[in-house]
């Protein structure tokens, strides 16, 4: 069964840091972008950060310089890593593995994140 496996998501003050990893279990795929989408209250989900099999990475405008995202092929494993956390930061976090093309692809289930003020 192929799936999506999320963790590390908490509370944390702001100006803190937090760590989220995934990791893509069941195959041996490697997907063409692996990343991160969150979803706050009332809120749509949006990107957060994406990563390509090579490495490329784009960000939100909102996260650039305070998160980071590492894609690990060989593992199928894609972690954010979240510095200066800020109450807008507050949202479930969802790991997305997209194939590229006509392909579906893969959620995890989501990991809430809390940044208290």
């Known amino acids: 069964q192929v799936q999506l496996v999320e963790s590390g998501g908490g509370l944390v003050q702001a100006g803190g840091s937090l760590r989220l990893s995934c990791a893509l279990i069941g195959t041996t795929f490697r997907a063409n972008v692996m990343g991160w989408y969150r979803q706050a209250p009332g809120k749509q989900r949006e990107l957060v950060a994406t990563?390509?099999?090579?490495?490329?990475?784009n960000y939100v405008n909102s996260v650039k310089g305070r998160f980071t995202i590492s894609r690990d092929n060989a593992k199928n494993t894609v972690d954010l890593q979240m510095n200066s956390l800020k109450p807008e930061d507050t949202a479930v976090y969802y790991c997305?593995?997209?194939?590229?093309?006509?392909?579906?692809?893969?959620w995890g289930k989501g990991t809430l994140v809390t940044v208290s003020s």
């Open positions: 997305n593995a997209d194939p590229g093309g006509y392909a579906k692809a893969y």
């Open positions: 990563s390509t099999r090579v490495g490329i990475t």
